[in-house]
Every structure is written in structure tokens, then in C-alpha cells.
């Protein structure tokens, strides 16, 4: 099958010898939302640029549509690029930045216009058409900024923190628009973020990088209730991450380790020594359920937030954790700080990963 896109072991060396991206592989399929995601300085924005072809890979090769892309300058490639700061001409006018791309890739003039005038009236634009581009709202710039990628008609859109710049209720109206806008045209969207809510949000599949490599690639559920490194179980949401020891071989695809809180089951191949459980996976429960790892610990911090309770429960003390539970139990409402707790959690729900 040819991808959209494919990254065969990519890798980034700057002339100064920081080696931000090391042995990134990825395949992405026609029409894919892909996002990602990870701390300042892990990479991201330096391979998106590889991606288009702004800056130089020192390992490895970038095939788009099953063609060699490495070698080939980013005019000539089928993508398009969306800056964080939009990058737009602040004297030009709307048309004038739209039409931009359309100039650089040496479109004829009759076909420019009649793709500029399209664009502009599907992102309904054309009222600003001759107004200058830095007498607009963040939010018309962003549109502008969409407009300008979209209007090269890529096959794939590369956007770099699109949203940063905007403030958080028009963050989430474009978020929409921009998920809305992605399925319509079927165009792949790489995205890069270091807002968790927004990857997980808007993509298909997150790719979660730290120091430049590459630490999972997974659906947005899949990150919480799989994680494959103790980075990944700490970065994502809010999980609760158990040091322990293997113990025996894993059976029926579940394994166990031995913690200082007891013996946890969990989902593994055996011999994994951290036991990551999700907030929302701890039950409170007076009964002893069979088949449940049971944890016993006192109430120390109870927020109601919404239909969210969210608790944190000292197991001893120098561990504490972080447990999501309906607000609207009665056992939820009934609790005082510092009485006992206990919990239960149901193996299937807990994911053993490697140290
Ligand atoms: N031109 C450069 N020369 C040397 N090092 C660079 C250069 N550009 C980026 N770096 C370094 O490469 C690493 C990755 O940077 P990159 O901008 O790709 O990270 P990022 O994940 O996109 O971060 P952010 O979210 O802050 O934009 C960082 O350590 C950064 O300091």
C-alpha cells in the first residue's frame, strides 16, 4: 500500500551538534489527522520543517505518495505549510496572501484567481479580500493563514502550533472548524502541538515524541489506557505510575508485579516492572470484588469539579494518588478527609509497561 506519507529512520543533527530528531519512522494514510505531541525542544516543529522540506535531514529519507522526497525543494513538494505566527504579509492584502503560494508554485494568472476567489469565499473571506492583512482579528489571520495553505490544493497540510496564538474560546471554535474543514476535504493534516487536549481532540493518531525520539504512536484512547513508556504514562492525563517487580511469566495476556502496595494484574507480556493505572480506573468499594486489585489509603484532598470528583488518596506516607470518580455517588458526598478509603481496580484497566 502507498502512504500519503512515510519516514523511513529520520533524523536531525543541527551544524552545532544538537541532535534533535533521531530514527523517526511513521506511515500515514490519505486523509489522516496526525498530531504531534510533546514537551518544548522534543523535536516536533524540527521535523514537521523536514517534512516540508525547509530544513535539511541529515539521516534517513521522506517518501510522499511513494516518491523519494528527500532531495526535493519544498515548492515541489505536495504539501503546504501553516506557521504558528500565520507568517502572513502584514501590507499585502487578504487576496494578495492568499494568492502567495499560488505565485511561489508559478501558477498561470487566470488560474490563480479563480482558486483565490473559491478559497476566499469557503472560508468566507471575500468581504476582507482588499483589506491589509494586519487590520484583522487573530481569528480572520488564522483563516487567512488556512486559506493561503489550502489554496495550493496539497495533499498533505502541515500546521505548526496553528492555534497558539489565539485565546482559548476561539481555540476551540477553530479546533472545530479545522476538524470539520480536514473530513470535508480528506486532505492528511500533520499537525504539531504540545497542548495535550488538542492532539488527543482533534487526531487520528498522536505521535508522542521526548528528546527528539519518538516514544509512541497510538490512537488518542490508546495513550491513556495503553501507554507503552513510564514517559508516556506520566505525560498523558493522569495516571498513577507503580515501581514494582515482575513476578512470573504473563498468562492469557496479563501479567503481575509485586509493589510496595500489594500485587497488581495488569495487561502485559510478561516481565514489565511499572504498573500504569489510569485516575478514572480506581472505583471506590467497600466490598472485597473478586478478580479487583484492592488498595487501601486515606482521604486527603476531594474537589468536585462538574461531574468529576477528583481525589487524591494517600496509600502511605510518602505516596499519594490521583483518582477520578463520579460526583454524583452518595459515597463520594459522604467522604471526610482522612477516613479510610478503599479502592478497586479491574486488571483489564491496568497497563504493565517496561522500565
Ligand atoms: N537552528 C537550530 N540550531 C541548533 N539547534 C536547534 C535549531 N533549531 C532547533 N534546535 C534544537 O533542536 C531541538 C528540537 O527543537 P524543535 O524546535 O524541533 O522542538 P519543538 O518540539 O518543536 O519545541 P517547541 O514546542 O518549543 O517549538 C531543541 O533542542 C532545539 O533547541
Redesign the pocket.
Known amino acids: 500500500m502507498v502512504h500519503d506519507l512515510e519516514l523511513i529512520s529520520v533524523g536531525k543533527t ?1 551544524p ?1 551538534g ?1 541532535v ?1 530528531v533521531s530514527d523517526f519512522d511513521l506511515k500515514v494514510e490519505k486523509g489522516e489527522f496526525v498530531a504531534f505531541l ?1 514537551p ?7 521535523t514537521l520543517r523536514m517534512i516540508a522540506g525547509f530544513e535539511h535531514i541529515t539521516n534517513g529519507d521522506v517518501l510522499m505518495m511513494g516518491q523519494n522526497v528527500t532531495d526535493v525543494p519544498p515548492e515541489k513538494r505536495p504539501t503546504s505549510m501553516i506557521f504558528q505566527n500565520y507568517a502572513l504579509f502584514p501590507h499585502m492584502s487578504v487576496r494578495e496572501n492568499v494568492a502567495f503560494g499560488l505565485d511561489v508554485k508559478g501558477a498561470p494568472k487566470t488560474e490563480r484567481d479563480r482558486k483565490v476567489d473559491r478559497i476566499l469565499d469557503m472560508f468566507d473571506l471575500e468581504r476582507f479580500a482588499d483589506r491589509k492583512a494586519d487590520k484583522l482579528s487573530g481569528g480572520q489571520r488564522q483563516r487567512i493563514a488556512l486559506a493561503r495553505g489550502l489554496v495550493v490544493e496539497p495533499e498533505i497540510l502541515l500546521l505548526d502550533e496553528p492555534l497558539g496564538a489565539l485565546d482559548a474560546n476561539l481555540r476551540r471554535i477553530i479546533q472545530n472548524e479545522l476538524k470539520l474543514l480536514q473530513r470535508e476535504l480528506g486532505i492528511t493534516f500533520i499537525f ?1 502541538t ?1 497542548a495535550q487536549s488538542e492532539a488527543l481532540g482533534l487526531s487520528d493518531r498522536v505521535v508522542v515524541m521526548s528528546n527528539g525520539v519518538v516514544e509512541q504512536i497510538s490512537p488518542p484512547r490508546d495513550l491513556y489506557r495503553r501507554p507503552r513508556t513510564p514517559f508516556v504514562a506520566e505525560f498523558i492525563g493522569s495516571n498513577t505510575v507503580f515501581e514494582g517487580i515482575p513476578k512470573g511469566a504473563a498468562d492469557k495476556g496479563f501479567g503481575r508485579i509485586e509493589t510496595p502496595f500489594g500485587l497488581i494484574e495488569g495487561v502485559g507480556l510478561g516481565n514489565e516492572s511499572l504498573a500504569v493505572v489510569p485516575a478514572e480506573a480506581f472505583r471506590i468499594t467497600p466490598q472485597n470484588t473478586p478478580g479487583e486489585i484492592r488498595f487501601e489509603g486515606r482521604l486527603a484532598e476531594r474537589k468536585l469539579v462538574g461531574a468529576v470528583g477528583h481525589l487524591k488518596v494517600r496509600l502511605s506516607e510518602d505516596r499519594e494518588i490521583a483518582v477520578e470518580v463520579s460526583a454524583d455517588r452518595p459515597e463520594v458526598r459522604a467522604l471526610e478527609l482522612g477516613a479510610p478509603i478503599t479502592l478497586g481496580v479491574d486488571p483489564a484497566s491496568v497497563t504493565l509497561i517496561h522500565t
Open positions: 543541527y552545532d544538537t534533535a510533546g518544548s525542544g522534543c523535536g516536533k516543529s524540527t504539531v504540545h
